[in-house]
């Protein structure tokens, strides 16, 4: 499975992104799917995720009520719509697929990862 990260960019705080993962190789609709963040000096940590089904999701505290994430309706590409950022909600994204048998939020329970796309928030 190949994961491509897209729609990253420059944008005002305040203002929004949509970023998209398109896979391919292989279909990932039976893969849970999840949205992890970098800043730069930082850890990898979590987003969002969503369930294989499209109908279950999980998010940070941080990020909750102002990013969403969702499946395409094939369920092969998964995006995040973020909302009302913020210079904090600045690093570089990357998708991951799980085949874990619940929603994960551990870097380690995702088994394939695309090559991140950057986010600039200026203040």
């Known amino acids: 499975v190949q994961l491509q990260a897209s729609g990253g960019g420059l944008v005002q705080t305040g203002g929004s992104l949509r970023l998209s993962c398109a896979a391919s190789?292989?279909?990932?609709?039976?893969?849970?799917m999840g949205w992890f963040r970098q800043a730069p000096g930082k850890t990898r940590e979590f987003v969002a995720a969503?369930?294989?089904?499209?109908?279950?999701?999980n998010y940070a505290d941080s990020v909750k009520g102002r990013f969403a994430i969702s499946r395409g309706n094939a369920k092969n590409a998964v995006y995040l719509q973020m909302d009302n950022l913020k210079p904090e909600d600045m690093a570089v994204y990357y998708c991951?697929?799980?085949?874990?048998?619940?929603?994960?939020?551990?870097?380690?329970?995702?088994?394939?990862w695309g090559q991140g796309t950057q986010v600039t928030v200026s203040s």
């Open positions: 991951a697929a799980s085949v874990a048998p619940f929603i994960p939020i551990q870097t380690g329970a995702y088994v394939y």
């Open positions: 190789g292989r279909t990932v609709n039976g893969y849970h």
């Open positions: 969503i369930n294989w089904n499209g109908d279950s999701t």
